[in-house]
């Protein structure tokens, strides 16, 4: 009973620390000091499972080879409080008003995933219908992080809550799927943030294109982390310390960066901003590395950690790609797989060399593993696509099955 209430409690406090990222993001784009409150009470409730966690690992501990697998689950609990702690330095540009530059927003609307809010027009196919009506993660490649109801917030909704006319849903996930989305909201037409063309490249302009790549790399390196942790892949934890080591550089370079934009007489209230989530993102690399020492470094990992990892809203699945599947040879832009299945590709293994966050014009190849995260639902579907079968034994483990 006392492991599976450790698993259910690390489950939530994974999910909790990651839709807290998101929001804090999400507050960035918007400008909005209301969601970057709700990050804040959001801590609260980690800090809550955090401490129920810690006293739980204390009193199961038995002997001295459950205290060394123990110590294990203890680490990977602080990571995900740290991580926790960063979103939470983020959303803070928002309510202390440091202030981002607008380039940044821009940036980050062109990126492969976006953050996204839209409201239900009354009358529209999203009005007084449950949310899980819709499958948004494998029709849209968008998911649901938050709804505003008024003065309230639904933060994390389940499928049956119903969604009503004047609801604003905050969403992450592709842009391909924005569209679809706003079709379906009764929304108007959307267009991005224009890009702000420039003759020539400032030191803004290379501090803000270094901090978009340091939000995205710091993001893979957590998810490879609890992948490296799920299969107890060790090459999978080397790309993660690789990964902590090009933030770190990025960080200095955009320290630098800052600074000089600063003498070439940009206001620098913005500017503080950039230097701040620089510091949160580089944070967020450090704690994917802390918790893949764990892989690197101990034998004796508690098994809590693998099935609770492994036991989210988003799966992490690692697949090869089959050499007559509908995939190969094909570019992730065709694929699609953003809205059907709704999985966002982590990394490409390709003959032990990783691509991460790879782009939509890099082409699978027969043999490439895929990591992706995405809805436990659009799993079949996506190993399907890369030529597989998926099926479950007696014990709720999947293998692979060449398709017919």
């Not at 989305?181 to 009764?186: P, T, Y």
Request: with cysteine; glycine share 6%.
């Amino acid at each position: 009973m006392e492991s599976k209430n450790l698993r259910e409690m690390l489950i939530e406090a994974k999910d909790t620390s990651e839709l807290m990222v998101d929001l804090a993001y999400a507050s960035v784009f918007f400008d909005d000091p209301d969601m970057a409150d709700e990050v804040d009470e959001l801590e609260s409730q980690i800090s809550e499972l955090v401490h129920d966690m810690r006293a739980l690992c204390v009193v199961a501990v038995r002997n001295p080879r459950e205290a060394e697998a123990m110590s294990a689950v203890l680490q990977v609990i602080s990571a995900v409080e740290r991580i926790g702690n960063d979103a939470v330095d983020i959303a803070r540009i928002v309510t202390r008003r440091l202030g981002i530059p607008r380039e940044l927003v821009v940036d980050m609307a062109a990126a492969e995933e976006i953050s996204h809010r839209v409201e239900v027009a009354d009358g529209s196919h999203f009005a007084n219908r449950p949310l899980s009506s819709f499958e948004l993660p494998t029709v849209t490649g968008l998911r649901v992080m938050a709804i505003r109801r008024g003065r309230s917030w639904i933060i994390d909704p389940d499928g049956e809550e119903i969604l009503l006319p004047n609801d604003v849903l905050f969403l992450r996930g592709s842009p391909d799927g924005i569209e679809r989305l706003r079709e379906l909201a009764g929304a108007s037409t959307y267009k991005p943030p224009e890009q702000i063309e420039s003759a020539t490249l400032t030191d803004l302009d290379r501090a803000i294109d270094t901090l978009v790549e340091m939000k995205n790399l710091s993001e893979v390196a957590v998810g490879l982390a609890y992948s490296a942790l799920v299969y107890r892949d060790r090459s999978l934890a080397a790309e993660v310390r690789h990964l902590e080591d090009r933030l770190d550089e990025m960080n200095h370079r955009l320290e630098l960066w800052v600074l000089r934009s600063a003498s070439d007489g940009v206001d620098p209230s913005p500017l503080r901003g950039l230097l701040h989530l620089g510091t949160a993102a580089e944070d967020l690399g450090d704690q994917a590395q802390s918790m893949v020492w764990l892989v690197e470094k101990s034998s004796d990992l508690h098994p809590v950690l693998g099935i609770a990892l492994g036991d989210t809203d988003d799966v992490v699945v690692r697949l090869p790609v089959a050499h007559e599947s509908k995939a190969a040879g094909k570019s992730l832009a065709q694929l699609e797989l953003p809205i059907e299945p709704g999985f966002n590709v982590l990394a490409i293994d390709r003959d032990g060399h990783y691509q991460y966050r790879p782009r939509s014009e890099v082409k699978l190849l027969p043999g490439d593993q895929v990591l992706a995260s995405g809805p436990e639902e659009g799993r079949e579907a996506l190993a399907e696509m890369l030529g597989w079968n998926l099926v479950e034994d007696d014990e709720g483990e999947f293998e692979l099955e060449p398709l017919s």
